[in-house]
Nanobody
Framework: QVQLVESGGGLVQAGGSLRLSCAAS??????MGWFRQAPGKERMFVAG????????YYADSAKGRFTISRDNAKNTVYLQMSSLKPEDTAVYYC?????????????????WGQGTQVTVSS
C-alpha cells in the first residue's frame, strides 16, 4: 500500500516552468509515473521512471521539455516542466505501479494521488 500526494501545480505563463512533486508514504519502491487529464479528455501518460531511477520514459509531447526524477531517500518523485504551452493545461496525477517495468497505460498503475492543477496561460 502506498499513499501519494502531489504538489507544485499552479498558474504559469506560456514558456514558463513548474516543478511538480509527488510525496509517497507507505511501501514506496514502485515504478512511478506522471499522467495528465484535460477536461473532456482521457488520462494520458506524461513520463515514467523505474524503481531505482535508472530508466525514464516520456510521451512525445513531453520529450525535451519535461524531466522526471526521483529521490528514494525522500520518497519523492518530481516532474520538472519547462517551455510550458497552453496545451499542457491539465490536472497532473502521480501514480505508482508495483510491476518491474514502466508502463504507459493508466490502468496498469495501482495507486494514484489526488492530482494537482497546472494551468498555462497564453
Amino acid at each position: 500500500q502506498v499513499q501519494l500526494v502531489e504538489s507544485g501545480g499552479g498558474l504559469v505563463q506560456a514558456g514558463g516552468s513548474l516543478r511538480l512533486s509527488c510525496a509517497a508514504s507507505g511501501r514506496t519502491l514502485y515504478v512511478m509515473g506522471w499522467f495528465r487529464q484535460a477536461p473532456g479528455k482521457e488520462r494520458m501518460f506524461v513520463a515514467g521512471i523505474s524503481r531505482l531511477g535508472t530508466n525514464t520514459y516520456y510521451a512525445d509531447s513531453a520529450k525535451g521539455r519535461f524531466t522526471i526524477s526521483r529521490d528514494n531517500a525522500k520518497n519523492t518523485v518530481y516532474l520538472q516542466m519547462s517551455s510550458l504551452k497552453p496545451e499542457d493545461t491539465a490536472v497532473y496525477y502521480c501514480a505508482a505501479d508495483g510491476s518491474l517495468s514502466v508502463a504507459s497505460k493508466f490502468y496498469e498503475y495501482d495507486y494514484w494521488g489526488q492530482g494537482t492543477q497546472v494551468t498555462v496561460s497564453s
